[in-house]
């Protein structure tokens, strides 16, 4: 394995890209650890959906390296089961954040599959948002049943592009290596076999506990490949309280001022980093330019 200039970059909250020079194969590896225990520090989520949930995390990761403009990629899995959602946003910046919707009333075991969480119809969704210009968005059927089967069936339908992907995750850190045949170059199936059926022994608890150089070593060590420097992620939430007026205001005076006449003040929770947003009457006068009182009053007069 060789390496030119390789930044220090912590080998708990990274990214490496390298490739295979003669066999047309590139890849990514993603370790994260601070990172993801500053997520799942936020919920108290059932063990199979932080599984997922980590998962998508590392998988939103190795995807968005391929950002060609300033942005945030999106990664859905929606369900109509006991889980409902689990959503990662990765951007060009080198943050992520990740959270998941679920039943909390229902029963979730340990051991349960994805599948059995989502319910029949679920569906995966991929959205580009770039900084500047319009979103794009993709939604297909949900194909296998774990978050690393589902991402290489999309990559096949929609990209066109042959992908091995392997993910893994615990309450202390996630992992995750991706292989991709390179577009557009003429392939040789056996290498491409080869590496894949290397890649196919690296363990879950490997990805987790080992950094990238020791994985590496223990899964190429015969066909070396060459690595890039090194991206650091971070953890980062876009909620503000700027965003949240916004929303409010798109809900209208009228339903707002209703809410605060009847309970005092909005409150808002972000789900990704928990922070809380509290809008009393004086709050909420002030944005819409009305007075709550008056709609208190008025609601009295129709009663």
Excluded at 135 to 147: A, N
């Amino acid at each position: 394995m060789t390496s030119n200039n390789l930044t220090a970059v912590s080998p708990d909250n990274s990214r490496n890209r390298f490739i295979f020079d003669n066999m047309l194969v590139r890849g990514l590896h993603v370790r994260l650890q601070e990172v993801w225990q500053h997520i799942v520090g936020r919920k108290t989520y059932p063990e199979a959906i932080r599984r997922a949930l980590g998962e998508l995390l590392a998988a939103g990761v190795l995807l968005s390296a391929d950002l060609k403009t300033a942005g945030t990629l999106i990664l859905q899995v929606q369900g109509q089961g006991r889980l409902k959602m689990l959503v990662v946003e990765a951007t060009s910046d080198q943050t992520c954040r990740a959270t998941a919707r679920w039943d909390e009333s229902a029963e979730i075991g340990e051991d349960e599959t994805l599948s059995g969480l989502l319910g029949d119809q679920g569906v995966f969704v991929i959205t580009l948002q770039p900084k500047d210009g319009e979103p794009w968005q993709g939604v297909v059927p949900l194909e296998g049943g774990s978050i690393a089967e589902m991402l290489m069936a999309y990559m096949r339908r929609s990209e066109q592009l042959d992908t091995h992907i392997t993910l893994a995750a615990n309450e202390e850190s996630v992992g995750g290596l991706l292989l991709q045949r390179l577009p557009e170059q003429e392939q040789d199936q056996d290498a491409w076999a080869h590496l894949t059926t290397i890649a196919d022994t690296v363990t879950p608890q490997e990805l987790l506990d080992l950094d990238v150089q020791h994985v590496l070593y223990r899964l190429f060590h015969e066909t070396p490949p060459r690595m890039f420097a090194p991206d650091s992620l971070e953890f980062a939430c876009t909620c503000s309280r700027g965003k949240v007026s916004d929303m409010l205001l798109l809900l209208g005076g009228q339903e707002v001022g209703q809410i605060v006449a009847e309970q005092g003040s909005v409150e808002i929770d972000c789900d990704f980093c928990n922070e809380k947003y509290v809008f009393d009457e004086a709050d909420i006068n002030l944005l819409f330019d009305a007075d709550v009182a008056a709609v208190q009053e008025e609601q009295h007069r129709l009663q």
